[in-house]
């Protein structure tokens, strides 16, 4: 028996820059964390007892005999590309899917990583995020950024830069006391909406040619937050201002990624406290983060108490094998 353990991430800063269509001309840059919630994935090879070959289960339970019938994209294509077949695979979650959190990143990253483990090959992190994004990009073939394979398998607080040619990941130079002030002023909450990312993404995708000016002011607001935040004189609530700015930008780049709804919600937090905030993820619906001063922190909550709250805390090791039997 095989477990992948892998964590989920939130972006600040730079996303949709980390689309090849923008960063093989323009470059890119993001700013963000994985935290402390996992995707689980667990795979074990199959005695020849059963009347299948292959058993399935994530939100659907599939039974089948040949790896052509397998309706998940991801899990298909990756068995395909590697030669697997008799397998039970089973996958688990601390959060689920379309909360714009990059779970299914995170899910192609352990997938890979539990079936390597069971072949008896090694990865090295970098590895596991460049074949997880050739496994969604061009064998799910779906639109997207990068960003999400690669906080995933690295794991951290990192800054990471694209260019036409590779990417770059920078552990990004906080003290630990300064991260975690940083964590305690962040709240999450779950907007109650879920969306299919890569549907938002196609929009995304559609706009950029028209939003490139948009986009390069992002992508500029990934030095201002690093300098923000390596800066120990810096104030940590001028991370949570810029925040603001750059979900302005983003939400102006489509009419999909924001909602009145949304609007309605960011408007409420920012009126009870918070200094700035942003959808996570593709937009459309999922998680919004929230920026606020640890005085404004009830106010804030009492402002959403309709909504859930995400708690978590930053985590540095991104995917591993937490079980090899």
């Known amino acids: ?15 949709g820059t980390d689309f090849p269509e923008f960063y093989r001309e323009h470059s890119g840059a993001v700013i963000s964390t994985t935290f402390d919630k996992y995707c689980h994935v667990n795979v074990r090879e199959l005695p020849p007892l059963f009347d299948y070959k292959t058993y399935l289960a994530y ?26 077949e008799r ?12 909360t714009g959190l990059g779970t299914s990143s995170s ?32 064998l799910c073939k779906e639109d997207g950024g990068i960003q999400d394979q690669i906080a995933a398998a690295f794991g951290g607080f990192n800054r990471i830069d694209f260019n036409a040619d590779s990417y770059t990941v920078t552990p990004l130079g906080i003290s630990e006391e300064r991260k975690q002030k940083l964590n305690g002023n962040l709240l999450m909450f779950f907007t109650g909406l879920s969306r299919f990312s890569f549907e938002i ?8 040619n028209q939003k490139t000016a948009e986009l390069l002011e992002m992508l500029k607001m990934v030095d ?54 942003k959808l996570l993820g593709a937009g459309g619906g999922g998680c919004l983060l929230f920026y606020v001063p640890e005085e404004k922190h009830e106010s804030v909550r009492s402002s959403l108490s309709g909504m859930l709250e995400i708690k978590f805390r930053f985590e540095n090791e991104g995917t591993k094998i937490i079980v090899n039997n």
């Open 87 to 98: 397998i039970a695979l089973n996958y688990d979650a601390d959060i689920p899917s379309k």
């Open 224 to 277: 201002v937050a690093e300098d923000i935040l390596i800066n120990p004189s810096a104030s940590l609530d001028d991370f949570g201002r810029l925040l603001n700015e750059t979900w302005l930008l983003k939400r102006s780049i489509s009419n999909k990624i924001s909602t009145d709804y949304i609007d309605e919600i960011y408007r409420k937090a920012m009126t009870a406290g918070a200094l700035g905030g």
């Open 59 to 84: 939100a659907q339970i599939e039974k089948v005999n040949s790896v052509e019938e397998i309706k998940h994209p991801a899990i298909r294509n990756a068995m395909e590309w590697l030669g697997l």
């Open 107 to 138: 899910f192609s990253v352990g997938l890979l990583n539990a079936f390597y483990t069971m072949q008896g090959v090694t990865k090295t992190k970098r590895e596991l995020a460049d074949d997880a994004i050739y496994l969604e990009r061009t």
């Open 201 to 208: 993404q196609k929009s995304t995708k559609v706009a950029m």
């Open 1 to 15: 028996m095989i477990i992948s353990q892998t964590p989920v991430r939130m972006s600040f800063f730079g996303g």
